[in-house]
C-alpha cells in the first residue's frame, strides 16, 4: 500500500515557477514508477511526465518538454515537479500516481494509487 500526499500548489504569474513536492509512504517506495497526471476544469485528466523506479527514465508529455523536471529521492520517498516558464494553460489540479513497475506509462489506468492533488494557478 502507497499513500501519496501533494504540496507545493499555488497562484502563480505568468511566466514564475513552482516545484510541487510528492510525498510518498510505504516500504517499497523505490519498486514503483512514478508521474505527474493534470487536470483542468472540464477536462480529461492528462500525463504531464513521468520517472522510473530507479530515475534513470524521464517521460515528458509536449505540454511541459522543456519546462518541466521531474526527479525522485528514493531515500526520502519524494518525487518533486519542477515547473518553470508557467502559461495560464498549465493552471489545473496535479496529481501525483504511483504504478507497481519499473517502467513509465501514460494512461492513468496504469497507475494504482493516487494522491489527492495540489492546484496550480498560473494568471496571465
Known amino acids: 500500500q502507497v499513500q501519496l500526499v501533494e504540496s507545493g500548489g499555488g497562484l502563480v504569474q505568468a511566466g514564475g515557477s513552482l516545484r510541487l513536492s510528492c510525498a510518498a509512504s510505504?516500504?517499497?517506495?523505490?519498486?514503483?514508477?512514478m508521474a505527474w497526471f493534470r487536470q483542468a476544469p472540464g477536462k480529461e485528466r492528462e500525463f504531464v511526465g513521468g520517472?522510473?523506479?530507479?530515475?534513470?527514465?524521464?517521460d515528458y508529455a509536449d505540454p511541459g518538454k522543456g519546462r518541466f523536471t521531474i526527479s525522485r529521492d528514493n531515500a526520502k520517498k519524494m518525487v518533486y515537479l519542477q515547473m518553470n516558464t508557467l502559461r495560464p494553460e498549465d493552471t489545473a489540479v496535479y496529481y501525483c500516481?504511483?504504478?507497481?513497475?519499473?517502467?513509465?506509462?501514460?494512461?492513468?489506468?496504469?497507475?494504482?494509487?493516487w494522491g489527492q492533488g495540489t492546484q496550480v494557478t498560473v494568471s496571465s
Open positions: 500516481a504511483a504504478r507497481m513497475s519499473a517502467v513509465v506509462a501514460r494512461r492513468t489506468t496504469a497507475y494504482d494509487y
Open positions: 510505504g516500504r517499497t517506495f523505490s519498486m514503483y514508477a
Open positions: 520517472i522510473s523506479s530507479s530515475g534513470g527514465t524521464l
